[in-house]
């Protein structure tokens, strides 16, 4: 009983992480509603990964070394550059380019690696795996090493059952939207992907300054 609710505790906590509108649900948003569900599911799937890649770390006992400094910097200044060119080249494409709602459009072959980047030097991200969830999974590990397994597990259940949940919301909905609609959700998109980098570069020069 304990270790199915164990599994339900971490698949819920899995969703929680995934569901708040930030820039990996932005993103996807957006490819979804341009490219169809590939492209957006592609995106989620690159930052699972990411997020998988943060959790070895934690097993890994890697956490120290990814408090250093220069980790930071590095950490605070690509995410943000990220976050910023992709809310420019959203907002500027918004306004330049013919939105084709055609549903064969072929797949964006770089959402995975867009997802993936985004996840990846995402502070947030840290904070949560390397605080939130550290502490977490090492209370699990006093039990049994089968109860930090199987929350790791559900943990990343959770967040890909929600991704999947986007893509196939988006996918099925963008049948229905028109191109003047698209073009003002991939301007809010871009914008809001914008005002996510501003926190991040001004960590980042903070640092270095």
Known sequence: MELLWTILQFMVLGISLAAPIGPINLEMIKRGISSGFYSSWLVGLGGMSADILFLLSILLGMEPYLQIIWVEICMYG???TILLYLGITTIYGSFTRRMNLDLGQPIQRNSF???FSIA???P???VFWFGIFGSSLHSLSEKSWIFGLVGCMSLILGIFLWNLNIAFTVHFARAFIKEKILKTVNFGAGVLLTFSAFPFLSKFLNLIL
Do not use: T, Y
């Open 124 to 126: 947030i991200n840290f």
């Open 113 to 115: 690696i867009v997802g």
């Open 120 to 122: 990846a030097f995402n």
């Open 78 to 80: 690509v995410g943000g």
